[in-house]
């Protein structure tokens, strides 16, 4: 039974996770500890969870909303609902929760929800096997059924790239031609072919080896190319674009799922990896997920939510340190909320950035505002 944990103290998330380690039902496996809605939602759909404990009431998304976006995540999940307020029951009854627990839990309430639920993990005659995820964002590697992120090790950096460079255009039929002259174009065909082959093999080999089923590379008969299948697996990039592209307006009943989309992106499109053929892809990508982040904080800061812009700001220093606006947009932020040392932290900061990278300095409307602001803050 695999659980997560969800709750924004603590003391009683510690609490419930050492009940459970004591417990006499088998087989329960604590995947998950969170106190944050949104790194729950972020990762929800890979660990695949059959139980989660789940606080009702949480400072950033109240907890009925968050056991919506559960099992609209992953549909078989059960929720049990854990809070001091015994008021929200039939709230919780009303979401399908199997159980609902006062707190502090006590271990002979608590052995009855789980006998509960181990009765419904018996009564399942299928288990709907969990899919091989391949991470493209930050780097290639994959996100095996039982939850372990992996980064492939390749023998050859090559049949690394190869797979990459299939896997971007799968489905595709690939002439043979085309990978030669794009891989191999220094050597001799008979050369460049027998390595093409060679590294054909490493990649179904590894991939077998890590235990990635779903991806087939074929090479049908009156062809004179390769083309490769994926099925029941799960490419990030692919799953981002369609979340992003389905995304409603932001306002105030969409935000949540619009900050999930936006949390989806960890890292450039193959970002520790120097392809000339990814670099069109990896920047299309940066631009959407820029915008994204844009519309976003425009979103926050009109609303005057502006620690939850500065948290959108901050990821995006995160991943594109060159990024001059923002910086600027960080110091007028932290402007609002009267926080001068952050103010100065991120003149500074953009300041030794641009000499490092650019060897220039900021642009004269940040300096002007820099100047007025400081002359402002020195008077007062």
Known sequence: MRIVLVDDEYLPLT???????????????????????????????????????????????????????IQ??????????????????????????????????????????????????????????????????GGLHVVLP??????IKWRTSKAKELFAYMLEHKNEMIFRDTILELFW????????????YTAIYTIRKTLKNYGVEGVKISSPLLSSGYKLVVENIVVDVEQWLSRLKLLPPIQQTTVDEHEQVFQMYTGDYLGDCDYLWAESERERLRRLWLYHAQQLSEFYIKNESYIAAIKVQEKVQALFADAEDNYFTLMKLYDLLNNTAAVEEQYWLLKKTLQEHLAVEPSEEIEDWYRSWKQINIMS
């Open 15 to 69: 609490r419930l996770k050492t009940l459970l380690e004591k417990s006499n039902v088998s087989g329960i496996e604590i995947v998950g500890e969170y106190t944050d809605s949104f790194e729950l939602l972020k990762d929800i759909e890979i660990l695949q969870p059959n139980v989660v404990f789940l606080d009702i009431v949480m400072p950033d998304m109240d907890g009925l909303a968050l056991g919506e976006k």
């Open 72 to 137: 609209e995540i992953v549909p078989n999940v059960e929720i049990v609902f854990t809070t001091g307020f015994d008021q929200y029951a039939i709230d919780a009854f009303n979401l399908h929760a199997i159980d609902y627990l006062l707190k502090p839990v006590q271990i002979s309430r608590l052995e009855k929800t789980l006998e509960r639920l181990d009765q419904i993990n018996n009564k399942v005659k299928e288990i709907k096997p969990r899919l091989t995820v391949i991470k493209l964002f």
């Open 146 to 151: 039982d939850g372990r992120t992996q980064p």
């Open 185 to 196: 174009p220094e050597s001799d065909i008979d050369k460049a072919s027998k390595q093409l």
